[in-house]
């Protein structure tokens, strides 16, 4: 018995071909829809920059230089008067300061002129008669010096006090006293360098104490004596 359907004829035969064909089709069509861009025109001729207007821009006028005024003309020269050779001419006399014999000599007694000293600050170093202690009189002159540091030690040796709140804040250093020993003996303080107000205050206080001092003299003269002394303040 023959069949009814002829073979060729079947469709199930290359399904599976069609089927693949087919989604190669879609997939691609899917893949060109989602990568398609589409750009608007423009007029690229429009966007144009006229750079000669800008360069040939007027530039206004702000100032305008204005040409020197030219110099004045020379003066015009004197007139010169001529004087003839007839005419009177007043000469100038010039008197003798040659004294005669009949003027009176008046003789003028010397004048004295008072010279006021000017008062100059002498440095401990270089005076003559340096200044010292009432215990260093009676010294000899090469160890005044001497007897005058080891009393100023001792003093304030004595008189030292160290300031609280320097201790308390551990601030030590030095401290430098320029002094100055006046013509009546008194002590006056010039100037200090200190690392802290504490111990500024301190050394001033001490220098202050100092007693009444011979005055140093230079020849002869009581005059004025600048010492400069350093006071360690240190904590053990």
């Known amino acids: 018995m023959e069949p009814k359907k002829n073979p060729k004829a079947d469709l199930n ?3 599976g071909l069609y089927f693949a064909i087919g989604l190669a089709v879609v997939l691609a069509l899917t893949w060109f829809g989602i990568e398609y861009k589409k750009y608007d025109k423009q007029d690229y001729a429009d966007i144009t920059l006229e750079v000669d207007e800008d360069l ?3 530039v206004p006028i702000t100032e305008q230089i204005q040409a020197p005024p030219p110099p004045p003309p020379p003066p015009a020269p004197e007139v010169i008067e001529v004087v003839e050779d007839e005419a009177v001419v007043e000469e100038t006399i010039i008197e003798s300061t040659e004294t005669d014999q009949e003027e009176v000599i008046v003789e003028v007694e010397e004048v004295e002129v008072a010279e006021d000293p000017i008062e100059v600050d002498v440095p401990f170093a270089v005076i003559e008669d340096k200044p010292m202690f009432p215990e260093c009189q009676s010294r000899p002159k090469s160890q005044q010096f001497q007897c005058f540091k080891e009393n100023l030690d001792k003093h304030v040796r004595k008189t030292f006090r160290y300031p609280e709140i320097a201790q308390e804040m551990n601030i030590q250093g030095r401290v ?4 100055r020993i006046n013509k009546d003996g008194t002590i006056t303080i010039i100037n200090t360098r200190a690392p802290d107000k504490s111990l500024d205050a301190e050394a001033r206080r001490i220098i202050n104490k100092l007693p009444k001092l011979i005055p140093g003299k230079q020849r002869g ?3 004025s004596v600048t010492f400069a002394y350093p006071i360690v303040f240190k904590l053990n």
């Not at 430098?176 to 002094?179: A, T």
């Open 13 to 15: 035969r290359n399904s």
């Open 56 to 58: 040939m821009e007027d």
């Open 221 to 223: 003269r009581p005059t």
């Open 176 to 179: 430098y006293v320029n002094f």
